[in-house]
């Protein structure tokens, strides 16, 4: 399973963007896709989950009201809409990949920068 991460930028407080990850290989082996990100000098921090099959999500808190995650099964591509942006949301943004009986993360995107100005 390979995933590729785009839609990254700069973009003023208050503004929108919309991420995407293209996932390819054997996808029928994906049990969800979640969305992470990572800002400067801080911890690795969860942003969403969807299940691949199911379609069911989950945020973090930080997130939470903010940003959407959707898929589009027929482009195996997954989505992160996210609104109401804010300096705070400045980070390097990964999607990974869960297989169905995994505990942990399997497989990594490339990641994409998300900067947002005050």
């Known amino acids: 399973v390979q995933l590729q991460a785009s839609g990254g930028g700069l973009v003023q407080a208050g503004g929108s963007l919309r991420l995407s990850c293209a996932v390819s290989?054997?996808?029928?082996?994906?049990?969800?896709v979640s969305w992470l990100r990572q800002a400067p000098g801080k911890e690795r921090e969860f942003a969403a989950v969807?299940?691949?099959?199911?379609?069911?999500?989950s945020y973090g808190d930080s997130v939470k009201g903010r940003f959407a995650i959707s898929r589009d099964n027929a482009k195996n591509t997954v989505y992160l809409q996210m609104n109401n942006l804010n300096p705070e949301d400045t980070a390097v943004y990964y999607c990974a990949a869960r297989g169905k009986y995994s505990s942990g993360y399997d497989f990594w995107g490339q990641g994409t920068v998300v900067t947002v100005s005050s």
């Open positions: 290989g054997r996808t029928q082996s994906i049990g969800f």
């Open positions: 969807i299940s691949w099959s199911a379609g069911g999500t």
